[in-house]
């Protein structure tokens, strides 16, 4: 058996995500605390949160992941948008312990142009100040990797342990690892040689006790495209050959699998996820 559910939507009232959930299957599920495509929001009351909370308890499902919204990027030159940056991911640190969230899932951005290092020194210093920001808690702050795109922090495993070695409080960070990010950057998940090479670089360079959640997607691009299209399992260029190979991997039968792939005439998330389950048992 393995754990695995989708991102599903908070519209109405954040609780309502976590039947959302059920109906789709779910066995963990993931959700944006607010709007994620702006800077603002709303202040988290305690009603909706207790309802959240109860909700999760009632269902049996979990963890629960959270996603950092869309505009932040911890990397960024631009002294505003750092600033704002900061202050969102303080703030999500935050939601995240009062909804009862153990994980929150950030991309680490694009260094737009001043380089790689430059880059991750920013990140650094913007999850440290973030942690300060929030106080302490249990919540744990999942990087993501890229998928290679210009300009993108966080691409490589190398990378990953590079900002990870900058943040002080290292108990409180870990990996969220996504499989269209790392296909489109390079890492050949078709093959039982490919994904365990990987998952072996992730053990020798950062700790397999810190990959804590994966994001399952195919891929709409090639190897080493840089494009971040996710692509229905199986349906895109990792193939279902490759998700059989991911899903009987030892490092990934334990962890919550988050299936971020498109909804449309082909396919929903109920059917992504029954999907999962039939590559993982097959």
């Given amino acids: 058996m393995v754990l695995v559910g989708c991102h599903v939507s908070i519209a109405g009232s954040i609780d309502l995500a976590v039947g959302r959930a059920l109906d789709a299957g779910c066995d963990t599920f993931q959700i944006f605390s607010r709007n994620p495509r702006g800077w ?9 949160a207790d309802a959240f909370r109860a909700a999760v308890d009632a269902s049996g499902l979990g963890p629960v992941i959270d996603h950092m919204p869309y505009l932040p990027n911890p990397a960024s030159p631009d002294a505003e948008i750092y600033e704002k940056s900061v202050a969102a ?6 939601r995240c312990a009062l909804l009862g969230i153990p994980y929150l899932v950030t991309h680490l951005g694009h260094h737009r142009g001043a380089g790689m290092e430059t ?4 990140v650094i210093a913007a999850v440290n100040r973030a942690f300060a920001d929030a106080g302490e808690s249990d919540v744990m702050l999942l990087l ?4 290679g795109e210009k300009n993108s922090v966080g691409t490589t495993v190398a990378d990953l342990r590079r900002i990870m070695d900058g943040i002080d409080a290292k108990e409180r960070v870990g990996i969220c690892f996504d499989t269209c ?9 078709r093959t039982p040689e490919g994904v365990d090479a990987v998952f072996a670089e992730l053990d020798d360079r950062i700790d397999l006790s810190r990959l804590r959640v994966v994001h399952l997607n195919d891929c709409k691009g090639d190897l080493g495209s840089g494009l ?10 990792i193939g279902e050959e490759g998700f059989r190979h991911i899903l009987h991997h030892s490092a990934v039968r ?15 998330d109920a059917g992504n996820i029954a999907k999962v389950r039939e590559l993982a048992g097959a």
């Fill in 144 to 147: 993501e990797n890229t998928a």
């Fill in 228 to 237: 971040d299209r996710h692509e229905h399992i199986g349906l895109g260029s």
């Fill in 40 to 48: 603002r929001a709303k202040d988290l009351e305690s009603g909706p």
């Fill in 254 to 268: 334990s962890l919550p699998l988050i299936c971020e792939t498109p909804v449309d005439e082909r396919r929903g």
């Fill in 119 to 122: 880059g991750q020194e920013r």
């Fill in 89 to 94: 991911l303080a703030g999500e640190l935050r």
């Fill in 181 to 189: 990010h790392a296909f489109a950057a390079g890492y050949d998940l």
